[in-house]
Structures are given as structure tokens and as C-alpha cells.
């Protein structure tokens, strides 16, 4: 695993350092005084984990946090507890030291920090379809917000201005647009197969030449979307 | 009487590692010095914000030195610097002559 330590003060990054070297697989690549080079430095090449004061001038360890877009583990250190509350607002905020952190304490981190590293994968892994499966969509229809669950939703259709959201026991009619449900909908479930359709992946019974059959529904495939269908297909 | 600063948090961290224990001891020679005139700058021209800012740094330096009272003094005088008053510069002042003569003999 490796890191980089960012302070402004030279002793702060010796003292982290120096703690990094004292637990097994961390190495320490570069260290910054300033959050601007490191995030040149980030955008460069990746790491596993920052080590990040708040208080620098100018440019600080908050500002840092909210620059990067895909950011790495970050641990933040501090001489005070002021921010601790709002840190763990950000999900790659992994912990919080508070100057002068003891040996035990970051050991207490890092394994915090190996943790968050271990649990990440699984987000492309099986929990994430589970959270797809049970997640759910509310639905603005005459002023009552009514929620569906996707895994209840099976066919979308353009209509003009509106869509109609088929499930299996009512269809409702939204004032919105195909483009806009899209956006709210998890990609593993749904799939866009015609410029008026998103069907329930999970949902299709079968599939002819130019259609596909979901309950008692027969919906075109168009084209160019027929190569997309066919790649998510478990073909035999 | 004013508590004195010591290097136990350093010599727990360095061990064995004479080489981490001098690093330590270069940096606060060349940092605090220049920390302090920039303190001092601050305060006697009455730029509060600027003076919480340093002291904020010094603060950290404080607790590395196992100066707890000094310390907790820096935190509620960076908080009233940050409310523009001055009032702890001569308490504080004589924490930084401290630390300035413990460093001269280490």
C-alpha cells in the first residue's frame, strides 16, 4: 500500500512518516506543504492513501477533499477536533488524528484504513446488486410521491410528454422524460432497447428477432441497441 | 511556574532510531525560531488574524513537547484571536522564550 503525507509544517510530516514506517505495507512515496502539488501529484498517478492536515494556508485540507474527484482513503490529521464531525460527511475520510498521534493510535488507523481498502471492491461486487434489487424510485402522480421498488417496475415507455411506468399489478403515467428516469435507474436492472423503451433486464420471459417479451408485453428492439441486449445476454 | 518542555513523545516514537531523533531536533531548531519572529511580528503590529494563524502552528509544537498547559493556553487564545482580541500575548510570549532556551541546549 502506499501514500503520501500532506502538511505544511516540515515536523507534522516527519512525525507521519516516521509512524507510516512503523507498521507493515505502507510506504510513503512523496510528501507535500502544500494540498496544490498533491493534487497535481494525484492527477499524475494514484495512491492508496493521503495523509492530510486541514490547516494549511490558502489552499486547505478541506478544500482538498472537495477538489478531487475520484479521491483515494484519506486520513486527516489536525491539532484540534473542530472538524472532526463534518469529516466523516465524506465517504473517503477513512479516520481522524489528532496531533501528537501515538504510535498505537495510528496503528488503530491504518487498520481502519486496510479495512475501507478491503471493502471497496464490493460496491462492483455482490452487495451493490443487492442494494440495486431493493432499491426504489418515487413518483410524482397528482401531487403524492409513490414509491416503486425497481425490482417491481417492468417496462418504461416514452409517450410524448409524459412516460408510462408499467409494473406488475398498475401502470402510471409520470411528466417527465425517458432521458430523466434513466438517470435514476440502476444500469444492471434496466436497459434502454428501443428510443421509447427501458425494459427490467431481469424481467424478460423471451426474446424474438426484433422483440422482446416481458408478462404479456411485446416490446421492439431497435437496431442499435440490440448489439447492448445481446452483450448483457448469459448466452448458451 | 512555567511548565518545561521535554522530547519524551519523540524518544517513544524514535526508539532505537537516533537518526528520526535528530531529524526532530533540526526541524524544531529551524522552524521554531522562525515561527516565533513571525508570532511576534503578528501580535506587536495587531494583525489577530494572522496571529492565530502562527499561534495554531505553535500550538502543535506545544503538545509534541509534552507542554499540556501551554497548549491548552494556545487553543482558547487562537479562539479569541480569531475573535480579534489580544489577550494572552505576554503569557504566551514567555512560553515561547521557554521553548527558545530548551532548544538552545539540546
Known amino acids: 500500500m502506499n501514500c503520501i503525507v500532506i502538511d505544511d509544517e516540515a515536523m507534522a510530516r516527519a512525525i507521519i512518516t516516521k509512524l507510516c514506517g512503523t507498521v507493515q505495507d505502507l510506504d510513503v512515496i512523496e510528501e507535500f506543504d502544500n494540498a496544490i502539488d498533491a493534487i497535481k501529484f494525484l492527477n499524475q498517478r494514484s495512491v492508496d492513501v493521503v495523509y492530510l492536515d486541514i490547516h494549511m494556508p490558502g489552499f486547505t485540507g478541506v478544500d482538498f477533499v472537495q477538489t478531487l474527484k475520484n ?31 501515538t504510535q498505537e493510535r495510528f496503528e488503530k488507523s491504518f487498520q481502519k484504513v486496510k479495512n475501507a481498502i478491503v471493502q471497496k471492491p464490493k460496491v462492483n461486487g455482490s452487495e451493490s446488486q443487492e442494494t440495486d434489487l431493493e432499491g426504489d424510485l418515487y413518483i410524482n402522480i397528482d401531487r403524492r410521491l409513490i414509491k416503486l421498488k425497481f425490482n417491481e417496475i417492468l417496462v418504461i415507455e416514452a409517450k ?44 424478460i420471459i423471451d426474446i424474438e428477432d426484433n422483440s422482446v417479451l416481458i408478462e404479456k408485453n411485446v416490446i421492439p428492439i431497435s437496431r442499435s441497441n440490440r448489439p447492448e441486449l445481446m452483450r448483457r445476454l448469459n448466452l448458451l | 511556574m512555567i511548565e518545561q518542555p521535554n522530547l519524551k513523545y519523540v524518544d517513544d516514537l524514535a526508539g532505537d532510531d537516533v537518526a528520526f531523533r535528530q531529524q526532530f531536533i533540526t526541524i524544531l531548531k529551524e522552524e521554531f525560531p522562525k515561527e516565533r519572529e513571525t508570532y511576534i511580528d503578528h501580535v506587536e503590529n495587531k494583525r489577530t488574524k494572522e496571529t492565530a494563524a502562527i499561534v495554531h502552528k505553535l500550538k502543535h509544537k506545544f503538545n509534541i513537547l509534552g507542554m499540556e498547559e501551554a497548549y491548552r493556553l494556545a487553543v482558547t487564545y487562537e479562539k479569541e484571536l480569531l475573535e480579534g482580541q489580544i489577550t494572552a500575548d505576554a503569557k504566551f510570549k514567555m512560553i515561547l522564550d521557554t521553548i527558545a532556551g530548551y532548544i538552545k541546549n539540546i
Do not use: W
Not at chain 1, 482513503?73 to 464531525?85: N, P, Q, R
Not at chain 1, 402510471?172 to 440502476?186: G, N
Open chain 1, 160 to 203: 410524448g410528454d409524459y412516460i408510462g411506468v408499467k409494473t406488475e399489478k398498475e401502470e402510471y403515467r409520470v411528466h417527465t422524460t425517458l432521458k430523466k428516469i434513466k438517470e435514476k435507474l440502476p444500469e444492471k436492472l434496466f436497459l434502454q432497447i428501443h428510443r421509447s423503451f427501458i425494459i427490467n433486464f431481469t424481467k
Open chain 1, 71 to 101: 479521491p483515494p482513503k484519506i486520513v486527516l490529521t489536525t491539532s484540534d477536533t473542530d472538524f472532526a464531525i463534518e469529516a466523516y460527511e465524506y465517504e473517503c475520510i477513512v479516520d481522524y488524528l489528532v496531533k501528537p498521534v
